[in-house]
């Protein structure tokens, strides 16, 4: 039943009514009421970039916990006698010839300690309370209550000091590297109670491995220096600190609540006490002040916008992303799973969410090896975001992460003798170096992981500017893969090591040959970089795919996969590698499928693995993949085993994964929170090809996905359309609210061939004289220098074209300017959102229709929605002499019954007809636009296309010439698969009949849905790169125009498609044969403001406002 209750993930934000957000994560704050000590992971405040550890008075008082930023790193005074550029690494024979490897060089014991140490990263300062003229000891601390809001982002901490209250109140801040205390005490006004800062220093890092609890201390004043001074307000002053690393702390505080800071002991004090400074006020019982981390001097914020800016921001991240609620599950480990699925969403944000770099083991609170993180695990601590719907945070890591690590890693692959870029293992971005170590040296499974997060920012962003800029990546690591490998003149293979080392790091180097999860990650990681260059129209260099072909395969003993080959049948009994053999499993776990796996071998193997890897000796981050394993294997059992083995996967009281095993590493250990994200997200929402045909969404509805069965339900048969479908806007009189099969033909019928092509051709005159009046609003927004919305001029002229065509009225979108953005901003695009609710909560509709009706006519100009429109269209007819025929005028005329008529019903059908008239057009204009704006090479096809048949741009377009354009058609194709017309799903009903799927059979009445969105992005259609805007597949195949179904298919076809074609090919025929165009890049234009983002009919933005400023210069 658990398992049945994981798998409901919140619906999108749109469906807002679905789950308890607030209620669910508030049920899960962390709650203290002892003295925690040096063994208890602090709570924490911060933002990803920064994080402020706290101990149980709210701040850093008598426990020194850290505060530390993605930016703030030292280097340890370098070995005398020995320098750092006499280390060059360790010479190795390899495949004959000598390679240096990044291990201690025993000659260099020293500089080789320092390379593994340095840079580390530093403590910024201590920040706590002061009583009575020293540190607040914890002895004289009572009565405690702590409790993180999960859902504010802040700690409130009640405590007494002998027997009188204190409240601290402390914030993050989600767009600085601050931290806001409000502290409330009778002991303030008396001056018992101030607050402390202090200032340690790195010691030297001359262990071979060192955990830091408290990073940094006090006993080398005379290494560094601090210095206070006022700000530029009196509400402000600086503390600014050289330890090498210069920074400055900036505290503010409310004018109204006034402060003073001074230092304790003089400049130049030898004591340990010689940086600190005391920050206190006599006027009042409350101290509130911002600190802010900088490496510059700056004016910080007001605690009070702090506060609200932290606020805002956490409940934006609880709102927004994927859900999972088990508050319904009978399942006795539900709730402790709930707890452990939101607090690790706490901690990943607080800690994993720097910009451009992986968090270290320990995140943000303390430093495991010296602050650095290791290249191994950036899929364990990142791939969540993508997979929980917060891909800006994993936009914000990569593929930065990667560029700045790459020059260091050229030359690494070029200084050991191989091609490409070799990426580090355990490292940092300040100097992109490889710590020395015998496994850092030897470990491999690192370097595919670049294949891997660029298919998860592809599955993000599949766009052209991601296949660009991930390209140089994937291109210097498929080159560094193509040489590693070694052609094994015996085999005809490609080998990989030795030497190497595996992923539990438990392989002998000397002798691990072909290890099974090396092998099929290198195979993938090629595949993906062959595919990559596809999907840019590039030439595959030919060494990948001789090595991707040709590489050895995962080595097998008695139909398992073995760890690396050369062992035999009696490893499963070898306690130094089945205690860990999580490798194994991951050939059917985390790797995606590829063809180096046999699943069936793969799935036997994990079996084997279930049964030699015993619950003690599963550690680190080995639940969450044996876990998503499970799920891969169809075991869900066992899956939701792993998930809940709580007697031997702990996490703390404040929800921090603890490592376990022997490396006594103190927690926390991130990648155990994000794994345990990954996992639950593999759960909930699956996997690709994790997925049938054929998926029950309700009790009498079924979903196919399978692009090959769209014409059977959507095409020329006598289907209906599902009731609350055809009732969802409320406008059941309306062609698009039809639900019964005949009733429909009827009264498509009555609109005769008003929107034939031929008849459209008629009209071509006016459409180039409105299309023209947009040009010449677009040159005089430009004549300025300034950008021009082409959103707005996207939906102006469709809807002047559309309006005059149905009513014979022309109205002026393109100056009235309030009424336009009317139909895009704020007003329908919500309203379709609203609409689409109609599915979930039927009794609304009629609120729904009355909304809909209202403000569509409201945005057209017409006072009064319920008549003004029969009102015009009827005294228009009626005129003498009138010879403007309209859509309408065919409708009156046919033989429907007088019923459908009246005012009502023929409203109905003037809202319906007339709104997607303009939507789809303008949404299907501005993504076109939008792609090929990014897109220079397919823009300057386009135009050189245009400009040889269209010669003088200032003469009007002839829509007959602009047919035979096989490029601007091919062109408008793409746009028209980019734009879908409906985003959710569509049905068809056979009332009567069965329907036949395969060796199915669909009884019937039910409900069959599919998805324009899913044919439209079929890869077994379009290909790998179905995502790119590639206007050439149309000219390379002739076979896909049966799967461009953007308006649907068959009889309920949208009626007005061919208008649209005709409006889209002169409109972005005219703008890109008469201007120059780029987006305006000051406005700071993202997909937010063009791609479909909301669950809805019809395609709304993420702020509910398109926009698309550009640049426009003339051509000619």
Known sequence: MMWQTLCWVLLPSLAFGAIDRKRIVSEHNIVRTTLINNETTPLQVGNGNFAFSVDTTGMQTYLPFNTMSRWAWH???????????????????????????????????????????????????????????????????????????????????????????????????????????????????????????????????????????????????????????SGVRKNIAHIYHNLGTKYYVNICWPEQQPLQLKRLQPPGSTQRTAHRYILSSTVGKTISFTADFSPSKKLPDLPSLTKKRNSAGWRDYWQNGGFVDLTESTNPNATELQRRIITSQYHVRVNSAAEGESPQESGLMNNGWYGKFHMEMVVWHNAHWVSWGRDQYFHNIFPALYEKLLPTSLARAKQMGWEGARWPKMTETITGRSSPGGINAYLMWQQPHAMYMAMLAYKSKPTRSTLRRWDPILEATADYMASYAWLNETSGKYDLGPPAIGVTENTPPDLTLNLAYDIAYWRYGLDVARDWKKKLGLPVPKHWTTVAKNLATPPQINGLYTVYDGLNATWWDDPALNRDPRSLIMLQGILPDTPAVNKEVARRTADKVWEVWTDQNIRGWGRPVLAINSARIGNPERAIYHLTAYDYWKFDDAGFAIRGGDGNTPPPFMPGNAGLLLAVAYMAEGWDGSKGPIIRIGPNEIHIEDSQYFDTIFGFRPLNKEALTAKEFGINHALFGVEDYKTYTKKRAAFGDAFSRSKLFKIQDQINNDIENGCAWVEEQSKNGGPVDLAFLFRAVPAEIITRYLFGQEYGFLKDVQTTKNLYDKRLDRLFGLAHLGRFIPKEIPLFASLFRQLGMRAMGLNDPGSAFLDYFMATGAKAGSNQHTVFDDFLDSSLPQSEKEKGPLTQQAVAIWSGGWDTVGFALTMGTYQLLQNPEIMER???????????????????????????????????????????????????????????????GTIISMSIPDVLSDQSIWGSDAAVFRPERWLERADLDRYLVTFSKGTRICPGIELAWIEIRLIIASLFRKYHMSIAPEAGITDDDILPFYDGFTPAVKNWISRLPVEVKPRD
């Open 942 to 1004: 386009l135009y050189n296309e245009l400009k040889e048949t269209w010669r003088d741009p200032n003469e009007a377009p002839d829509i007959a010439v602009l047919d035979k354009l096989p490029y601007l058609t091919a062109v408008l194709k793409e746009t028209f698969r980019h734009s879908p017309g409906a985003l959710c799903r569509i049905s068809r009903v056979n009332p009567r009949q069965p329907e036949q799927y395969g060796d199915w059979e669909i009884p019937p």
């Open 75 to 229: 280097n340890d005074t370098e070995p005398e006698g020995e320098p750092i550029d006499a280390y060059n690494g360790v010479p190795k024979e390899t495949h004959g010839r000598n390679v240096s490897y990044d291990i201690p060089d025993p000659n260099l014991p020293e500089v080789s300690q320092w390379l593994i140490g340095n840079p580390n990263r530093i403590n910024l300062g201590r920040i706590g309370l002061r009583y009575n003229g020293d540190t607040l000891n914890a002895s004289m601390i009572s009565e405690t209550h702590q409790k993180l809001d999960l859902w504010e982002g802040a700690i409130t901490s009640t405590f007494k000091i002998n027997g009188v209250k204190v409240k601290v109140i402390t914030q993050g801040d989600f767009e600085a590297d601050a931290v806001a205390f409000n502290i409330e005490s009778k002991l303030i006004k008396t001056g018992n109670l101030t607050v402390e800062f202090d200032f340690p220093y790195p010691p030297l890092h001359t262990t071979k491995y060192k955990n830091e609890i408290f990073v940094g201390v006090y006993n080398f004043p005379a290494n560094h220096t601090t210095e206070a001074s």
